[in-house]
């Protein structure tokens, strides 16, 4: 009987409560989810030209892209140049404290690019980098 009694016990000790683990395996995701950057593109991939004073520029949140054959991409999306205005002004209104960086490829007419620093002008943006490799 003693026994017994002794067997049942040890094998109530050995059961494993899961719950615990759960908690931590949510907890980990919600911290995974919270510290995670999201990385913003423009829509197209384009091959900036080089220029040997190049600076990092730590944040740019509104990316406008111009492809080789003059198409103007902003988050993901193909725009034409009468709406590039009004999309970037939208774009700025929801995040004032952003910067435009125009990726124009190296390949891209210079014609279009200043047509597109125009636009943004008019659009009201200030603060306008060009993206380039060091």
Request: proline fraction near 6%; hydrophobic fraction near 45%.
């Amino acid at each position: 009987m003693r026994r017994s009694r002794l067997l049942s016990q040890e094998q109530d000790d050995t059961e494993v409560n899961l719950t615990p683990m759960i908690d931590v395996v949510f907890i980990l995701l919600i911290f995974f989810i919270v510290t995670t950057s999201f990385v913003r593109e423009s829509g197209i991939e384009v091959d900036p030209p080089q220029a040997a004073t190049a600076q990092t520029q730590s944040q740019a949140s509104i990316l406008v892209a111009i492809s080789p054959e003059g198409e103007i991409w902003v988050d993901r999306e193909p725009l034409a140049l009468a709406a590039l205005g009004p999309t970037v002004a939208r774009l700025q209104a929801e995040r004032p404290s952003s910067s435009v960086v125009i990726q124009a490829d190296k390949d891209a007419r210079s014609g279009r690019l200043v047509e597109v620093m125009d636009r943004l002008r008019q659009a009201g943006v200030e603060q306008m980098s060009l993206a380039a490799q060091p």
